[in-house]
Structure formats: C-alpha cells, structure tokens
C-alpha cells in the first residue's frame, strides 16, 4: 500500500532525494564497479580456459572500469558544484562588504553634495551676533555662548553679513 503523503508532492520528493542522495550516487557507482571488477576477478581466477574468461572480463573488468569511471565523474561534478557553491558564497560575502563600505555615513554622498559634516549645504535659518558682521550655523562654537539672532540666509545677506570662516554655513563668494 503506497504512501498517500509521498504522492502528494512526487516532484518535491523527487527532488529532495536527488539533493540527499547525489553526493553518495558517484561512491554507490565506484563501490558497484570495484564489486563487479572483484566478481570478475574472481571468475577469471576461477576459470582456466581462457575462452571461458571473457565474459568475466568484459562484465566484471570492463563494466566495472566504467561504473568506477561515471562514479569518479559524478563525484568530481558534485566537488565542481560544492566549489562553484562557495564561490558564489564569497562573492557575495564581498559584494556585501563593498556595499556596506559604500553606505558608510561617513562616506561622500554623490547625490546632495554634502559631505560628512554637513559642509556645503546651505542651512535655512542661521545665526548672528547682534552688531557682528559674520553668520553662522547652529551649534558653531563662535556664537554658542553670545546671543545670536535667527535669521535666514537671505536677511543675513541682506544685512552685508559674511559666511562664519569657521562653521560656513554659505560659500562667501555670492
Ligand atoms: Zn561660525
């Protein structure tokens, strides 16, 4: 009586069994072949006319050469697949690597010309000393402890007011 659940999914059983049992196919051939190469041996020994051992040799040297050989074949194409196997693994171990290097926050960002420290990108409000003639960013050390006033970057230029040496919170040219 079959097994109902076997037949449920004969392709998945199939496959899963060709997965298990491929390693061990090329080691089933080469220990089938050095049997019939034993057998053979054996009936040649056993038979001392030499017309009578060529059956023996054929089935059991030659045959069993062969099976040795599609062994041998077989296992050397699961190393080849084992191999390329990791191969695909390292390079995606590397290409990985690279991407992490790549997405560093501290790496140079292409797309908004910003850098790691914000440098170049220009700020929508910045400060300024009353009676100073420079502005500044957030947070620069030039007016983190004076009493600065928010402005916008266009009202601090328009003021005659000069990018912070420090902080350039806008390129000084404009
Ligand atoms: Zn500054």
């Not at 999914?9 to 049997?35: E, H, Q, S, T, Y």
């Not at 908004?112 to 300024?128: K, Q, R, S, Y």
């Not at 003021?159 to 912070?164: D, E, N, Q, T, V």
Request: net charge negative.
């Amino acid at each position: 009586m079959p097994d109902e659940r076997d037949e449920r999914d004969p392709k998945m059983l199939w496959r899963w069994a060709g997965r298990a049992i491929r390693p061990w196919i090329g080691w089933v051939f080469i220990g089938l072949g050095a049997l019939l190469i034993l057998l053979g041996y054996l009936g040649v020994s056993g038979e001392a006319i030499v017309a009578k051992q060529i059956p023996y040799l054929v089935s059991g040297g030659i045959g069993g050469l062969f099976l040795c050989i599609v062994g041998a074949y077989l296992l050397g194409a699961e190393e080849l697949r084992k191999g390329s196997g990791r191969h695909d693994h390292l390079e995606r171990l590397v290409e990985e690597l690279h991407a992490v290097l790549l997405t560093r926050p501290d790496a140079p960002s292409s797309d908004t010309g910003i850098d790691a420290a914000g440098n170049g990108a220009e700020p929508a409000a910045v400060l300024a000393v009353r009676g100073g003639e420079s502005f500044h960013r957030q947070g620069c050390v030039m007016v983190a402890d004076k009493d600065a006033e928010e402005l916008t970057l266009e009202t601090a230029r328009s003021r005659g007011l000069s990018p912070c040496p420090l902080c350039e919170p806008a390129s000084a040219s404009v």
